[in-house]
């Protein structure tokens, strides 16, 4: 049985002890902006929306607001019908931002949202747009540009998914160098998995493995140099599944150096870097099917497990007071 968790809107903005519409918030426009944020978020990011809920009630519309334009950006080229619409939506949004931090007003309920968030707190505009150039650069190159080595991939990861976090701890007033590398290594770790998570999807819509970096692929056999130095690549799901163990190893590896610096992250940013759990899911999911990213029974649930239990982790682990 499908249990999913049924919340109020007004759970979002108004909770006992704390009113998240204060004074300008209260308008219908901004109100229905928010509310446009968590059903995006809600919609197409179930396991960072479930996350979201676990931050004190004064966090959650910058949080809601920063997940909702990664879910516009992350998907634009995946929504578009030409490769060229999913870009210049893209670049509109590069764009937004800069319309956003001039105070001027943009008809799209996400930057309505994020415009009064950036009214009310100092998020950073060099990460915000960080996080938009990153995925310009990456529609920009062909399915088969792989990257070279899995520095690319961990940049590419912290650009687009550190970078929220960073701005969430921003928007929060939280000032720590420890949650701040904390939450770099698990954006590292969460973007490293959630490429290999999706990689059977990118198989299927370019037929290439986009995302494994060619001395990790060569390393395992799948691509191999021919005579002129031409390079072929093998289809072998063994050395798939090799390539995929040892790009989670290094995912394991960010998390685990995250972890070790629980001690030092100030309490306030321990409910900021729970996206750790999902990451830890996702990769114990992996883990269950021998790293075969085409496994079915990767796309159950939320990332593999039943959403009951996936939440009952959450709250556990929140509760605990851990990442």
């Known amino acids: 049985m499908y249990i999913s968790v049924v919340i109020d809107l007004t759970f979002i903005y108004r909770h006992p002890g704390a009113d998240l519409m204060n004074g300008g918030y209260a308008s219908s426009n901004i109100r229905a902006a928010f509310s446009h944020c968590i059903q995006q978020v809600r919609s197409y990011d179930y396991h960072h929306y479930l996350c979201l809920l676990e931050l004190p009630p004064s966090m959650r519309k910058a949080a809601f607001a920063l997940r ?47 415009s009064s968030v950036i009214a009310e707190t100092k998020i950073s505009k060099i990460w915000l747009k960080r996080s938009v150039e990153a995925r310009i650069n990456d529609a920009r190159r062909e399915a088969t540009d792989m990257p070279e080595t899995i520095g690319e991939l961990e940049k590419y990861a912290e650009d687009t998914i550190s970078t929220m976090l960073y701005l969430t ?10 949650a701040d590398h904390a939450a770099s290594h698990i954006g590292k770790a969460s973007g490293i998995l959630l490429l290999l998570q999706s990689m059977s999807y990118h198989v299927s819509r370019n037929q290439h493995f986009s995302y494994i970096p060619t001395a990790i692929a060569s390393k395992h056999g799948l691509i191999v140099k021919q005579g002129g130095g031409e390079e072929r690549w093998v289809d072998s799901r063994e050395g798939l599944c090799d390539v995929v163990y040892e790009m989670a190893s290094i995912a394991n590896a960010h998390l685990e150096k995250a972890r070790k610096l629980v001690d030092s992250v ?24 021998q790293f075969d990213v085409f496994d079915p029974r990767l796309t159950r649930g939320v990332l593999g497990i039943p959403p009951l239990w996936y939440q009952l982790k959450l709250r556990w682990t929140s509760w605990r007071r851990k990442y």
């Open 68 to 114: 909702a334009l990664n879910v516009e950006t992350a998907r634009a080229m995946d929504v578009a019908s030409d490769p060229r619409i999913g870009l210049m939506r893209l670049v509109w949004w590069q764009e937004a931002i800069d319309k956003m931090f001039a105070n001027k007003l943009i008809e799209h309920p996400t930057a309505q949202a994020l």
């Open 169 to 178: 701890l921003q928007a929060g007033g939280i000032i720590s160098t420890a």
């Open 266 to 289: 100030p309490a306030e940013a321990l409910p900021v870097l729970l996206p750790a759990v999902p990451a830890q899911v996702l990769l114990d999911s992996l883990r269950k099917v």
